[in-house]
């Protein structure tokens, strides 16, 4: 168990319609990172949070959004869904950000029909 | 960015030694090079972490050439449990970026 919880653990829903992910980090760790996982695009980078903060975006859609709230636990946003979408969303946390090492909690299971 | 890739897949026999290479071109002075397992359905476990040289722990060492451009992650002696996909994960420093290898899928024989 790395600590890091996300809720819920499977998710179906229809195309078009829009999800909230929820990631709570390990105690004490200031830093949130979401990660999407599909079979043909492999583990993709979305984005970074520091102590409620935006640090840095990688491929995240327009349609996706995410925050960071100040008792550090976050949320991602997916709207508008395409079958596409369908994934497994990982959260990571960390104590700071860069070298610091991440900790992945055990994901949710998107699927959208 | 730094473009990582890896072997698809390996296979090995129980009590072997496996290396694993991630090749990351791109790599800049002060990126970071972090080693994950996933087993299937579950998110990524910490495995190793190294910028430079030689870096071992309880589990598993990881060589970096001077160069940087590859690593290469060796897991001494491998059991069935050892069975799951290896990341690496190259952390960017100066625009935070985070990119993951495409996944090595180990299978340890009996």
């Known amino acids: 168990d790395s600590g890091v919880t996300q809720t819920p653990k499977h998710l179906i829903t229809a195309t078009g319609q829009r999800v909230t992910l929820r990631c709570s980090p390990r105690?004490?760790?200031?830093?949130v990172y979401w990660y999407q996982q599909s079979l043909d695009q492999g583990l993709q980078f979305l984005i970074h949070y520091y102590n409620g903060e935006e640090r840095a975006k990688g491929n995240i859609l327009e349609r996706f959004s995410a925050q960071q709230f100040p008792d550090l636990h976050s949320e991602l946003n997916l709207s508008s869904l395409e079958l596409g979408d369908s994934a497994l969303y990982f959260c990571?946390?960390?104590?700071?950000?860069?070298?610091?090492?991440?900790?992945f909690g055990p994901g949710t299971r998107l699927t959208v029909l | 960015l730094a473009k990582t890739t890896q072997p698809i897949s390996m296979d090995s026999y129980e009590g072997q030694e496996v290396n694993i290479t991630c090749s990351h071109n791109?790599?800049?002075?002060?990126?970071?090079i972090t080693w994950y397992q996933q087993f299937p359905s579950q998110g990524p476990r910490f495995i190793i972490q190294?910028?430079?040289t030689k870096v071992t722990n309880e589990v598993a060492s990881l060589f970096i050439p001077a160069d940087r451009k590859s690593s290469t992650l060796s897991l001494p002696r491998v059991s069935l449990s050892d069975t799951a996909v290896y990341y690496c994960l190259v952390s960017t420093s100066g625009t935070y970026k985070y990119i993951f290898g495409t996944g090595t899928r180990l299978k340890v024989l009996a």
């Open positions: 990571a946390s960390s104590v700071g950000d860069l070298t610091d090492t991440q900790y």
């Open positions: 791109n790599i800049a002075t002060n990126d970071y």
């Open positions: 190294g910028y430079k």
């Open positions: 105690s004490g760790d200031l830093s």
